[in-house]
């Protein structure tokens, strides 16, 4: 079959100056006519796109119910996808949360390590004055006599006399 440029053009949806183009370069030839045979065209652009919208009108209408199927399926899958987010967040956070705990928890061991150190530390000191003081009370090398505890009696108390 053979059409005219401007049929052509808009049958395969390409613009009149691209196929004088194709023309001029030798890769499509016209007829003595000027006219173009489809075949040409179809060699060089494939098949028209008026056949393709057809072809897929009617591919379109098996397809419907396989292409509803597939959208529940792509819903599905987004809303699970946007569930995971979520839940990759909240995790994200718990694990920031923790962090946190941990690094104020060193900070009050850190604390308390200083705390217990000058505890430590006065303690020592404390020790130290009361050995001084032990040592300077401590009985000189010499021995002593003993001393004899003292006994002390009680005396009988005095009677009274009812006359003198």
């Known amino acids: 079959m053979i059409i005219s440029v401007t049929k052509a053009a808009k049958e395969w949806g390409v613009s009149r100056t691209t196929i004088y183009q194709k023309v001029n370069d030798g890769e499509l030839s016209r007829t003595s006519d000027k006219k173009i045979d489809t075949s040409e065209m179809i060699r060089v652009f494939g098949e028209p796109v008026s056949r393709k919208r057809t072809e897929q009108s009617l591919d ?45 928890y060193q900070q009050q061991i850190g604390q308390l390590n200083k705390t217990l150190e000058r505890a430590n530390a006065s303690i020592h000191d404390f020790a130290q004055v009361r050995l001084l003081e032990f040592k300077q009370f401590e009985p000189d090398d010499e021995p002593q006599l003993e001393q004899k505890p003292t006994i002390i009696t009680p005396t009988p108390p005095k009677k009274k006399r009812w006359f003198f």
Request: charge should be negative.
């Open 60 to 104: 379109s209408a098996d397809n419907t119910h396989l292409n509803s199927q597939t959208v529940k399926s792509c819903t599905a899958l987004e809303h699970q996808l946007e569930l995971e987010k979520l839940k990759n967040e909240h995790l994200r956070q718990q694990v920031s949360d923790q962090k946190q705990l941990i690094e104020n």
